[in-house]
């Protein structure tokens, strides 16, 4: 079985710029959930969807936004991009929503400069 | 609010030693669930472990066993006769089924098997 998919791996963008970041679930995964990961702040939980609507939302700013497809791909976009920003988004997808176990992507590795 | 404290940043052992990965939570909910993942310097994290609050039993699954004790709040993971490939980042995570069922995760403890 195929496992979880992030695309791209690695971006860098300007700051003021936006990005969109996918991720492909495991077959017959219905929730994904996002994180961002820094060495400052940790892991830390973005939102997570299930069925195309979201369940759960962290503490970040209205500009990280996300949604879910049918079927169950998932994106997450970043507007107006700040040097802060620059981390490792993670994705993780789970049979059902939180808090079954998760099963994470490699991550993508967004640099803003 | 919940918290989930790993308090050791790095530990390093020669393999073939027993090490032992703290975690420390707080919750105001009665149900909560707990979990270890481990995220090797690929960078996925891998999931190892999740108990609910209700069941206090400790596991062993090959060499990891992990000690979960609701009196002083802790869920602690030990590695038996460690080896090289266990060398990754260690992270201890906590959901409350209070409400959002938002994951908190520690700071992670970095452990480092040396041949």
């Known amino acids: 079985k195929a496992g979880v998919t992030q695309t791209p791996r690695y971006l860098i963008k300007t700051r003021g710029q936006q990005v969109t970041l996918s991720c492909s679930p495991i077959?017959?995964?219905?929730?994904v959930s996002w994180y961002q990961q820094t060495p400052g702040q940790g892991l830390q939980f973005l939102f997570e969807?299930?069925?195309?609507?979201?369940?759960n939302k962290g503490n970040f700013p209205g500009r990280f936004s996300g949604r879910q497809f049918s079927n169950s791909r998932s994106e997450m976009n970043v507007s107006t991009l700040e040097l802060g920003d620059s981390a490792l988004y993670l994705c993780?997808?789970?049979?059902?929503?939180?808090?079954?176990?998760?099963?994470f992507g490699p991550g993508t590795r967004l640099t803003v400069t | 609010a919940q918290k989930v404290t790993q308090a050791q940043t790095e530990i390093s052992v020669v393999e073939k030693e027993d090490v032992t990965l703290d975690c420390v939570y707080e919750?105001?909910?009665?149900?909560?669930?707990l979990f270890w993942y481990k995220q090797p310097p690929s960078g996925e994290l891998v999931f190892l472990i999740r108990?609910?609050?209700?069941?206090?039993q400790n596991e062993i699954s090959g060499r990891y066993s992990w000690n979960f004790q609701k009196s002083t709040s802790s869920f602690n993971f030990t590695i038996t006769a460690s080896q090289v490939v266990d060398s990754a980042v260690y992270f201890c995570?906590?959901?409350?089924?209070?409400?959002?069922?938002?994951?908190?995760f520690g700071r992670g403890t970095s452990l480092i098997v040396h041949p």
């Open positions: 993780a997808s789970s049979l059902d929503v939180s808090p079954y176990e998760q099963y």
């Open positions: 077959s017959g995964h219905r929730s």
């Open positions: 969807y299930f069925s195309e609507t979201q369940r």
């Open positions: 919750t105001r909910d009665t149900t909560y669930y």
């Open positions: 108990r609910n609050s209700f069941d206090e």
């Open positions: 995570a906590l959901i409350g089924a209070g409400g959002s069922y938002i994951p908190t």
